[in-house]
């Protein structure tokens, strides 16, 4: 079979291997379609963390089950599933109320361990999460993305009616503008400084947008009472929230935050009784409500996939990404057809 392998930074290469056979607890997964993750480039450019090289990447996976271990039912041969990339320990406090993102000893496939850029990946059988019938292949390898979003969508404790700002309309952006509908939000309003994103937003549903450089957000400043940062970085739209924030309201962070950051003027923080919460990835709960959400169309994802490519461009494509050659919003790898 094939498998894309990221050797060093900015060196993948294609090779050929065996196809693996599951462990006992493990399904075997013909991968059908891979997403690319923002987090992909920056593993690329060596710039992740927590990655060890040589890896594979591909963590946001639909495909069928073609293969399973011993303990394994049979009948799950078939079966199409999206996969929580998680690896997990399953004996901690966390594990056994399967609450995946706080493991201690958790490793994320596609970083820390090795991903699904192949034609057969082998994972837990508790991680390869059946779909429903009416749902796309590609829909599948877009609730990882979406979760995310929602988990993060859901630290804001939204109470019905409330106005809610978003910041970055990124797919995360959007997946989590649809969340915080779904979770009951009156109003949500989409800010980012891309016009075509913020098109996108509004034709997923957005109340209304902030062309940010052009727009200001004046007029609905003072109503928002959550503010969801999906774009994190060095914190400088951290750093606007903080400012514009009114008195009471929440902050949630779900774009990574480079290294340290100091919260300034915390006394007002604290004055205005502000909350910051933060967020990690999502749990098998998440998945499984993402799966309705999706499955009743109150989560979509039309107009997101913006580029097509098959397994053996993905160096190519990762060039393209680093390089910026080209806007793109989500990149779909078809694997096997
Ligand atoms: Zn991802
Ligand atoms: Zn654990």
Redesign the pocket.
């Known amino acids: 079979m094939r498998k894309i392998i990221l050797d060093e930074p900015f060196r993948m290469r294609r090779v050929e291997c065996e196809i693996p056979t599951p462990k006992k607890d493990e399904v075997r997964i013909a991968v059908k379609r891979l ?1 690319i ?3 992909d480039p920056t593993i690329y450019r060596g710039l992740h963390p927590y990655v060890t090289f040589p890896v594979v990447l591909g ?2 996976i639909s495909g069928v089950i073609d293969a399973v271990g011993e303990d394994v039912a049979k009948e799950r041969i078939g079966q199409r599933v999206t996969v929580i990339p998680h690896i997990v320990c399953g004996k901690c406090e966390a594990c056994k109320n399967k609450i995946y993102n706080f493991c201690e000893e958790l490793r994320c496939t596609g970083a820390e361990a090795d991903g699904a850029m192949c034609d057969y990946f082998c994972i837990s059988s508790e991680m390869a999460v059946q779909i429903p019938d009416t749902m796309t292949l590609d829909d599948a390898a877009l609730v ?2 979406a979760c ?1 979003a929602y988990h993060g969508a859901k630290r804001g404790c939204i109470r019905k009616g409330e106005t809610v700002l978003i910041i970055g309309a990124g797919p995360i952006g959007v997946f989590c503008m649809q969340s915080c509908f779904a979770l009951g939000a009156g109003k949500v309003y989409v800010a980012d400084l891309d016009a075509d994103r913020l098109a996108l937003a509004r034709r997923l549903g957005a109340t209304d947008t902030v062309e940010v450089g052009k727009q200001s957000i004046k007029d609905i400043k003072d109503k928002i009472d959550v503010f969801y940062d999906c774009v994190g970085e060095k914190g400088q739209v951290l750093n606007n929230i903080l400012d514009t924030a009114k008195r009471g309201s929440r902050i949630v962070v779900i774009g990574v935050l480079q290294k340290e950051y100091t919260i300034p003027k915390l006394p007002d923080f604290v004055q205005h009784e502000l909350s910051l919460f933060g967020t990690t990835m999502y749990t098998p709960a998440d998945y499984s409500d993402m799966l309705t959400l999706m499955g009743e169309k109150k989560i979509v994802t039309d107009g997101m996939i913006s580029h097509r490519f098959g397994l053996e461009k993905v160096p190519e494509v990762l060039d393209m990404l680093v390089k910026k050659k080209e806007k793109t919003f989500k990149i779909l790898i078809e694997v096997n057809d």
């Open positions: 997403g993750c923002g987090s963590h946001e990882e993305p995310v």
